[in-house]
């Protein structure tokens, strides 16, 4: 087996006298796209954070054999991440912003920058302070995927976009930059519309983590069942993880329940990740 | 090859940033100094300076060009000011520092760039926009020639001669200065990094409260004004006294870098310029470490 790209051990972060997370561990291998996912506040961008070096942190992180904290600059090299699509410089002209990156970034392509520009509104001689959100994402999306990383961090990357530039930003990068060497790792809260690029998913909850799987094991372990009116009370004897009432129906999900026994009771499906989410973070799982 | 293009594009991008500061509004003041220079020979009023008795000309030349690089050093030092309390909280205040935190050079390289930048950088700019401004006022005193009665015409080898040692004596002091200086540019540049544009009154504020607490504690048994403000006014001051201030401006002979540079060379106090430059590397230092930890 090759070595994880991302491997973290007992990762422990305090902010002043608060923990927020509590001894992490998990791997990422490489060629993976993982999600994390989780409510404000659990830990998922301190965790992001954690991996790129930009916090301190107890316990150990290695992204691509390296301490992040000690050797971030290093790291760089091999890691590409947007945090914010506003922190472009806004006083560099669009060309300049290349020509610069070209000198500092060793991995940078300007002329794959600007192959992934084709097709925006975006223009060379544009002063960045000037571009509209949409463009300043699709602009720094051309930057990122012109780094030639192995592994790509993308931190609630389409905050505040419409609909329509959310879709192009994550079909560019299943179409245009995902191989079998590079590793996506990517946090959001629209749940729903990464869920067709994802390979695994880690849920955090209140700086633990709560589930860490491949997406193709999740039909194996968890079932959605809409119970009929009269057969509620004996799914709900199966011990179901979350239950809810939907427009009359009673909802429920299992987590390793028998797949036999629950289609006796109802409509069995796989709950989508936003079902998963809502399930396994709900403080309130409407089970008793 | 790659660190050399990495430090090129660091330089680059403050050049960019600070342009106006260092190219664009000196590039308007020698513009303004054309203009006004064109008026007062086209319209005759530089005659009005019949009644001085006036230098021969290479001295008008030298003083005049001294003068430009005295206000150009003067220009420099409050743009310079203003651009270690601003530039070294740029990237937090613009929001851009997930951006170059994304980028591979550290914290350090990115701090140690914007000081090399203000303290070579852009007084190398200021300083090839005051030699320009040397050589318009050399036609402008060959111009004055024709127009004053008895003003000699500035033989041009001479004056020649006198612009290059002008310009190197000017080099020489422009980076002594500078490296003189460079611990309170860090001082305010590494302020900044915690404080933003506070660093600009903290700067002096932060040394008089602890002049102050210093004399409150010794009850006034030390010297004059405390330990700390003595040391802070000998740390002002840099080299030249008032005598050679007026043997620059008033020696008859034509101009020599060598003999001032020697003077302002056995004028420096090395040992502090040693202490300055190891407190200056220190400060950005430290600066770079609290950058390290800070993401916004």
Known sequence: ?288 | MHTLRSWWALFVREYLEHRIAFLWFPLGVVALLALSGISALSLRRIESIDGFILPEALKVFEIGYLVLLVLWLAYLAVALFFYFGDAFSADRRNNAMFFWKSMPVSDLKVLASKYFAGSFVFPGIIFAIAMVTGLMFYLMVNVAAYVVPGFALLDPLSALTSFVQISLFGIVYFLLALLWYAPFLAWVGGLSTIFGRWSLPLAFVIPGLLAVIENISLFGNGPRGGYIWQYLALRWDFAFDEADYTLLVFDARPFSALNFINRLVADIDWPQMGVGLVFAAAIIWLASEYRRRRIT
């Open chain 1, 1 to 288: 087996m090759t070595n994880p790209i991302v491997s973290v051990r007992g990762l422990k972060k305090q902010f002043g006298r608060t923990e927020i997370l509590h001894g992490i561990d998990f791997d990422i291998p490489a060629g993976r796209i993982y999600g994390l996912i989780g409510h404000n506040g659990a830990g998922k961008t301190t965790t992001l954070n954690a991996m790129l070096g930009l916090t301190s942190y107890e316990g150990s992180v290695q992204v691509l054999g390296e301490d992040p904290y000690k050797h971030r600059a290093r790291l760089m090299k091999d890691v590409a991440f947007i945090s914010d699509v506003a922190s472009l410089p806004r006083f560099l002209k669009v060309r300049e912003l290349f020509q610069m990156l070209s000198d500092i970034h060793p991995n940078f392509s300007g002329d794959k920058a600007l192959k992934f520009l084709e097709g925006t509104e975006v223009k060379l001689g544009a002063l960045i302070g000037n571009l509209s959100k949409g463009m300043l994402a699709q602009l720094h999306l051309a930057v990122v995927l012109a780094i030639d990383a192995k592994l790509l961090v993308l931190d609630e990357p389409t905050l505040g976009l419409d609909i329509t530039y959310r879709k192009r930003f994550y079909r560019r990068i299943l179409e245009d930059y995902m191989t079998a060497e590079r590793t996506l790792l990517i946090t959001t809260h629209q749940v729903d519309e990464i869920e067709f690029m994802l390979s695994d998913i880690m849920f955090i909850r209140d700086g633990e983590l709560l589930l860490h799987m491949p997406m193709e094991a999740v039909p194996a372990r968890f079932t959605q069942l809409i119970a009929q009116p009269d057969k509620a009370d004996a799914a709900r004897a199966l011990k179901p993880v979350f239950a809810e009432t939907r427009f009359g129906q009673t909802v429920f999900v299992f987590d390793g329940a028998d797949h036999a026994a629950l289609e006796a009771l109802g409509t069995v499906t796989t709950p989508t990740l936003s079902d998963l989410f809502v399930a396994l973070m709900s403080r309130d799982t409407g089970v008793k």
